[in-house]
């Protein structure tokens, strides 16, 4: 059994707006830009830390 038995996500994925209610479907495909900009920041966050992160590795191995 999984450790987590509440199976609701600490954060949404990227990419990923819950539906509110009174929203139509064209709304909910298509995002607003401010949504696309906060995805976008998200990525360009995540791909720095990566990036950090195996620079670090890289540099670990090395000594």
Not at 18 to 43: C, D, L
């Amino acid at each position: 059994m999984s450790e987590n038995q509440d199976h609701k996500l600490a954060s949404p994925a990227a990419g990923y707006f819950p539906r509110e209610k009174g929203m139509s479907a064209e709304e909910y495909e298509h995002p607003t830009t401010h949504q696309m900009r906060i995805v976008g920041q998200r990525r360009t966050d995540a791909e720095a830390k990566l990036e950090r992160q195996q620079r670090e590795a890289r540099s670990k191995s090395h000594d």
